[in-house]
């Protein structure tokens, strides 16, 4: 049977709400911090134009049984023609993000700076949580759980008997970073808040490869069918005003 604790009120005053105050404080800094290095570049306008022609191509194939079927072709040809399509990209004419980047230092010290601010944030508040509050039950989630979240909930705590609604210290820090985003939303903005897990997942990648993306769009272009969904509209469209009238 899991044991129930009677948390010291000393906890939740120099455990739980500094830590609580500590990661908001960190994540508004940090925010800033990002601002300030925040260089601005100009875009590519190449990059931009692909761009601008991957949204046209979508736009046209959620109206292609919208228009007539000779319209709808003669734009596909101008999108996916082998020879000079918008959406057609030669072999080795392909641009590589990990080559782009590499190439352009803007880009390269951009990214490194996105990176450092959210690295070292985070290893140093883990290293003084760790170090200061390593081995505390911090706080009791008010409804019951499965032993399924014992390894998430109670990290550094090596209790079989505690019950799994306990929460660690270092779980805390946990919860805190990957779950403060609402908060930040509502301190700085939706398009401000700072999302730890975004950025975990950016880190992994280079940037967004255009040639790909028009290469993706041509293929789903050229399996797009037409099917004229306006067949007989005029009398369809009489008989729905014939029962409205009458």
């Not at 940090?30 to 306008?45: G, I």
Request: net charge positive.
């Amino acid at each position: 049977m899991a044991e129930d604790l009677v948390l010291d009120t000393a906890i939740r005053d120099w455990v739980l709400i500094p830590l609580s105050v500590v990661m908001v404080l960190i994540g508004v800094l940090r925010y800033f911090v990002s601002k300030l290095m925040h260089s601005s570049q100009t875009p590519d306008a190449k990059i931009v134009k692909e761009g601008q022609v991957i949204v046209r191509a979508r736009n046209l194939r959620a109206g292609a049984n919208f228009i007539p079927s000779k319209a709808f072709r003669a734009r596909k040809i101008y999108f996916c023609n082998e020879e000079n399509g918008l959406l057609f990209v030669p072999k080795g004419q392909g641009q590589n993000p990990q080559a782009q980047m590499f190439s352009d230092p803007n880009m390269a010290m951009d990214m490194m700076k996105k990176n450092l601010s959210m690295i070292i944030p985070q290893t140093l508040t883990f290293a003084w949580v760790n170090f200061f509050f390593s081995g505390f039950v911090a706080a009791k989630i008010p409804f019951p759980l499965t032993q399924r979240f014992r390894s998430m909930l109670q990290n550094g705590i090596d209790l079989s008997t505690v019950d799994v609604s306990y929460v660690s210290s270092r779980s805390w820090y946990f919860l805190n970073l990957f779950g403060l985003r609402g908060l930040f939303s509502l301190i700085l903005g939706e398009e401000n808040a700072v999302d730890d897990t975004q950025r975990m997942m950016q880190m992994g990648g280079f940037g967004f490869d255009p040639s790909k993306g028009l290469s993706a769009e041509k293929d789903n272009l050229d399996i797009t069918q037409h099917d004229w969904a306006l067949l007989n509209f005029e009398h369809r469209a009489e008989a729905v005003l014939r029962k409205v009238i009458s």
